[in-house]
């Protein structure tokens, strides 16, 4: 089945540490998304790909790093310089461009520091 | 960053009620598309627009959007228990990233 696939659901990091977030999709989409949730809030866009090997930074990149070394593949390595990293991490991928660029979203990552 | 303004931010309604909410932006966009979310999983895409005075449905779901193209209505005919949870409306200028509305939380009373 075509789909977006966020790996792991569930992730723990101890204070100090980077992690890495997986993100693949098999939709043959240009652009990939990352977002951060915060309980009770809404989407926060923490960094973006229209194509391969470029990304642009979104509202909260600070403490953030990406790759887009494939297409299909679009990690998010959450640096030990994000202060409060704990929260719900949403990737998303979509067409570039014109019409039909709905934004199709993974299950999630849920990060915790503990 | 752009913001869409999203409202109401929360409801609670009696089962079988209808639900309206209602995005809008100072800035034109050219597609606009309603999710929602479930407790702990992604946001799932429920309509698509990409026409000023679009009117779309999905089941018991109808969106519009707006003839000015700065704004957009989702609304919920005959609400169930099913349909708690996070609805949240996005926006995209041309081959601008989507923009994002802070979410409307839905409460049913059975």
């Known amino acids: 089945d075509g789909g977006i696939t966020q790996s792991p659901k569930y992730l723990f990091r101890k204070e100090g540490q980077n992690v890495t977030l997986s993100c693949e999709q098999n939709?043959?989409?240009?652009?990939m998304y990352w977002y951060r949730q915060d309980p009770g809030q809404g989407l926060r866009l923490i960094y973006y790909s229209q194509i391969v090997n470029d990304f642009q930074k979104g509202d909260i990149a600070e403490g953030y790093s990406v790759s887009r070394e494939k297409k299909e593949s679009f990690p998010l390595t959450v640096t030990s310089a994000q202060k409060n990293p704990t929260a719900f991490y949403l990737c998303?991928?979509?067409?570039?461009?014109?019409?039909?660029?709905?934004?199709?979203f993974g299950q999630g990552t849920r990060l915790t520091v503990v | 960053g752009q913001q869409l303004n999203q409202s109401p931010q929360s409801m609670f309604i009696q089962e079988g009620e209808d639900v309206s909410m209602n995005c809008t932006s100072s800035s034109i966009f050219n597609t606009w598309l309603w999710y929602k979310q479930d407790p702990g999983e992604g946001p799932v895409l429920l309509i698509a627009?990409?026409?000023?005075?679009e009117l779309t449905s999905n089941g018991r779901l109808t969106a519009q959007f707006g003839i000015t193209r700065k704004d957009s209505f989702l609304n919920i005919s005959a609400s169930i228990p099913s349909d708690v949870g996070i609805y949240f409306c996005a926006g995209r200028q041309g081959a601008q990233k989507l923009v994002f509305g802070q979410g409307t939380r839905l409460t049913i009373n059975p």
């Open positions: 627009l990409y026409k000023a005075g």
């Open positions: 939709l043959n989409h240009d652009a």
């Open positions: 998303a991928s979509s067409m570039a461009g014109g019409r039909n660029t709905e934004a199709f």
